[in-house]
């Protein structure tokens, strides 16, 4: 008898499956290869009981340095990522990505910085910086912190990606991954286009789908890693990506969805496909994401809602202090 696969069981033969969330047992449960996390989905995590042994862990050790508020707050906020960091990497065999101080987005020294303190953290703790994937902004600041940091050997996750001029910023960057965010995309169009978009002519799938095909195209070693999801349709289109990462409620109905799932991405069809090079100085970059109202409006936006997660979960912190 032919065993029957669900959707996400395919898959996992074409893409490698990454977990988008903070939530450990939800991790466990889907058994992904990485895990992403950033300010968002820490401080859902963080407000949850069952992870309040955590909170306590990161914090109580730096209650009693002789150090101002600012700086305890500070300290506190990295150890409680990577904490957090560590308890996920127990439980699946790939890499975590653990995300910078959106507030620092526009700071290239003050990233590589923060970079630097984090791996070291996860480095006491006995981790290698192999498994570590650092989240920077894909600003030009973000950009260049990245460029930095890989030369250092410490692998980052471009973030907020919202058009091909940032993507191109990071492969010229030598980037190990980027994050196109699928869902985000969708949603400024159908906000300001008043439209709904089939699956497969969702503006967010045909975006990731035309940064696939340029890296392919042009032996790109960065990797691709869909993200921001809003349907489990917007995650069969993008089947074939490098990764894809994918919410737990997400997870879910893959793992019950019953059908064939065709490869929709393929590096041969990349490589035969007509792709015109894109200039990564930037200027050009600039110029491109000026021209881009949803790039420019989406990244603006992300770097924002991501600063005020990271000002609730201070707060909580301040409180435990």
Request: a neutral charge; hydrophobic letters at 45%; charged letters at 25%.
């Amino acid at each position: 008898m032919v065993k029957i696969m669900k959707i996400l069981e395919q898959l996992r033969q074409m893409t490698t499956v990454v977990a988008d969330s903070g939530d450990i047992e939800a991790i466990a449960k889907f058994k992904p290869t990485d895990a992403t996390t950033n300010p968002s989905l820490i401080l859902q995590a963080a407000s949850m009981p069952e992870y309040r042994h955590l909170m306590e862990e990161a914090i109580n050790p730096i209650k009693s340095m002789n150090i101002s508020k600012e700086a305890k707050i500070e300290a506190a906020l990295d150890a409680i990522f990577v904490l957090f960091g560590r308890k996920i990497l127990d439980i699946i065999p790939g890499r975590i990505s653990t995300e910078i101080d959106a507030r620092l987005s526009f700071n290239t020294e003050k990233s590589i910085e923060r970079a630097r303190h984090i791996i070291r953290l996860y480095q006491n703790l006995g981790i290698d910086k192999k498994r570590i994937l650092i989240k920077l902004a894909s600003t030009w600041e973000g950009i260049k912190a990245a460029e930095v940091l890989e030369k250092e050997g410490i692998h980052c996750n471009m973030t907020l990606i919202f058009s091909i001029a940032q993507a191109v910023a990071c492969a010229d960057a030598k980037a190990t991954l980027i994050s196109p965010f699928v869902g985000r995309i969708l949603d400024w169009y159908k906000k300001n286009m008043n439209k709904e978009y089939a699956a497969h002519e969702d503006p967010g799938v045909l975006s990731v789908t035309e940064i696939y095909n340029y890296y392919k195209h042009y032996n790109i070693k960065t990797q691709v890693m869909g993200a921001s999801f809003r349907s489990a349709d917007e995650v069969v289109e993008l089947a074939g990506c490098d990764l894809l990462t994918i919410a737990p409620k997400l997870l879910d109905e893959l793992k019950t969805r019953d059908g064939t799932l065709v490869r929709k991405l393929e590096p041969s069809h990349a490589k035969a496909s007509a792709v015109i090079k894109i200039d990564a100085s930037e200027a050009h970059f600039r110029w491109m994401m000026n021209q881009n109202p949803m790039a420019t409006e989406k990244l603006a936006e992300g770097i924002r809602n991501f600063a005020l997660d990271s000002n609730k979960l201070e707060k909580l912190i301040e409180g435990m202090l």
